[in-house]
C-alpha cells in the first residue's frame, strides 16, 4: 500500500470548515484513500472513502486532486466533538479483504 | 445492528501471565483484524483472519497468536506478558472493500 504524509497536527474554530490534507504522491492506480478518525482512547471511526470522484456523506466531504497524489477531508462545520486524531490510508481494493496500515495521522484541536 | 465488541473492556495481568482477548465481528463479516495501540503511540497491525485462516500477521514475536472460530468471532491470545505488552488492543471486522468497523478495545495493563 501506498504511504501518506499528513501534518502531525491542525487548529480549528468551531463552525468554521476543517480542512485536513494528506499527501499520497506514490498512490496507484487501483488505491483507494480511505479517512478515519480516532477520538482519544476509543476505536478509531470510519469517515469516508474514494477513488478519483470527490465523495460527501453525513460526516464529511473527500476532494480528491486530478492527478491522486493528494486529498483533502473537509468537516464543513467543526464542533468540539470533532476533536481527534485523523488518519489517511491508502488501499487497494482486490474483492477480498485486506488490511489497513495505519500512519501517525493528523490530531485535530477544535477550539471554542 | 450490534457493532464489534471486544470483551473485557479491562484486563489486568501480572508479567509472564497469559492474557485472552476476544471480539465478536458485526454480523455477516467474516474478516477480523488486531491492532495495538500502546499509550501515546499509533495503531500497530498484528493479526488478520478471514474464513477461520490467518492471513496476515505484523511484525509481533510468536507470543502473539489467535484463532478464528467458525462463527468468525476471534480471540488474541498474549503468553508470557511483559510490561510493554500494556496497550489498547482493537479489533475490527469488515467485509471485502469495505471500511472498517471497530471495537471499543480491551485495555491491557501488565503489572
Known amino acids: 500500500d501506498a504511504k501518506t504524509t499528513q501534518p502531525p497536527s491542525m487548529d480549528c474554530a468551531e463552525g468554521r470548515a476543517a480542512n485536513l490534507p494528506c499527501n499520497h504522491s506514490?498512490?496507484?492506480?487501483?488505491?483507494?484513500v480511505y479517512w478515519y478518525r480516532q477520538i482519544h482512547s476509543q476505536g478509531p471511526q470510519y469517515i469516508i472513502h474514494?477513488?478519483?470522484n470527490n465523495e460527501t456523506n453525513e460526516m464529511a466531504s473527500l476532494i480528491i486532486t486530478e492527478d491522486r497524489k493528494s486529498s483533502t477531508l473537509i468537516l464543513p462545520h467543526a464542533t468540539l466533538r470533532d476533536t481527534a486524531v485523523y488518519y489517511c490510508?491508502?488501499?487497494?481494493?482486490?474483492?477480498?479483504?485486506?488490511?489497513?496500515?495505519f500512519g501517525t495521522g493528523t490530531r485535530l484541536q477544535v477550539t471554542l | 445492528e450490534a457493532g464489534v465488541t471486544q470483551s473485557p473492556t479491562h484486563l489486568i495481568k501480572t508479567r509472564g501471565q497469559q492474557a485472552t482477548l476476544r471480539c465478536s465481528p458485526i454480523?455477516?463479516?467474516?474478516?477480523v483484524y488486531w491492532y495495538q495501540q500502546a499509550l501515546g503511540l499509533g495503531l500497530q497491525f498484528l493479526l488478520w483472519?478471514?474464513?477461520?485462516?490467518?492471513?496476515n500477521r505484523g511484525n509481533f514475536p510468536p507470543r502473539f497468536s489467535g484463532r478464528q472460530f467458525p462463527n468468525y468471532s476471534s480471540e488474541l491470545n498474549v503468553n508470557a506478558l511483559e510490561l510493554e505488552d500494556s496497550a489498547l488492543y482493537l479489533c475490527?471486522?469488515?467485509?471485502?472493500?469495505?471500511?472498517?468497523?471497530f471495537g471499543s478495545g480491551t485495555r491491557l495493563t501488565v503489572v
Open positions: 475490527a471486522s469488515s467485509l471485502p472493500d469495505r471500511g472498517y468497523t
Open positions: 474514494g477513488l478519483k
Open positions: 483472519y478471514d474464513e477461520g485462516e490467518e492471513r
Open positions: 454480523s455477516g463479516h467474516t474478516s
Open positions: 506514490t498512490i496507484s492506480g487501483n488505491e483507494y
Open positions: 490510508i491508502v488501499r487497494v481494493n482486490t474483492g477480498t479483504a485486506s488490511k489497513l496500515t
